[in-house]
């Protein structure tokens, strides 16, 4: 018997397992430590996109008052410290009537926004809930990354009673990333889960920011401190809002 299930569903499950090379601590050392000097001492911020809060509990090393966020409910649900406030929503429609002094995003969780229309609107939600001086953090996945994803080619494991299978294929021509699952339970039951990433040129996201009434302050190869290009495979960005002419 095959299942078809919505994203981050069954693979909840195994998600740790398909992750368990991410080193998450090292990540939010690199990520604190290009947004530390422009927090304030006061502060809340807001994460888009925290899955099962692997990431956010490390955070928690350097900032206590965050609001994880993403659109699984199964995956928020994962997280058993629950050492943050969490909230199921949609990154293109946040349902927040306040401001944060951060907004971070990892893992390029903006790349599953599949159409230009969709980052926009993206952006221009982070700018409406954002602090005049308050500033956005998130890192996107280039081309050159899917390359070498597709190169490694597919995966398989055991965990927790599954045993699974992953297939990595990129389509140049629309810039899609696809991710397959296919998930074997004890009774033989097949899941199936496909993720979809948009694969978007390094000049657009300068561009979309531009229109959604923000800009660049740092662009970054991702995890090193040196400036991030076209050819880089993994790309952060810090950026703030332009400031309002009256």
């Not at 997280?79 to 969490?86: A, E, G, I, M």
């Not at 397959?180 to 694969?199: A, C, L």
Request: charged share 25%.
């Amino acid at each position: 018997m095959s299942v078809k299930t919505p994203s981050y569903s069954i693979l909840t499950n195994i998600y740790d397992h398909i992750m368990k090379r991410v080193k998450y601590d090292l990540w939010a050392d690199y990520l604190f430590s290009i947004i530390e000097p422009y927090i304030p001492d006061e502060y809340i911020a807001l994460e888009l996109g925290a899955g099962n809060l692997n990431f956010t509990n490390c955070f928690h090393n350097y900032l206590q008052d965050i609001i994880a966020t993403d659109l699984s409910i199964a995956m928020l649900n994962s997280d058993k410290k629950n050492l943050f406030p969490k909230v199921c929503c949609n990154m293109v429609n946040l349902p927040f009537f306040m401001e944060f002094d951060l907004i971070y995003s990892t893992f390029d969780s903006v790349n599953y926004l599949t159409s230009k229309k969709k980052l926009l609107q993206h952006f221009m939600e982070v700018n409406r809930c954002l602090t005049v001086e308050g500033i956005f953090a998130f890192d996107a996945s280039l081309e050159k990354n899917s390359l070498k994803h597709v190169r490694e080619g597919n995966k398989k494991g055991v965990c927790n009673g599954y045993h699974y299978t992953q297939k990595s294929e990129y389509f140049s021509k629309t810039l899609i990333h696809k991710n397959s699952f296919e998930i074997y339970s004890d009774d033989k039951i097949v899941f199936r889960e496909v993720h979809r990433q948009k694969i978007y040129p390094f000049e657009a996201y300068f561009e979309l920011l531009d229109r959604a009434g923000l800009y660049v302050v740092e662009c970054y190869d991702a995890f090193k401190y040196k400036e991030g290009t076209a050819n880089s495979e993994r790309i952060q960005f810090i950026v703030k809002k332009k400031k309002q002419v009256c």
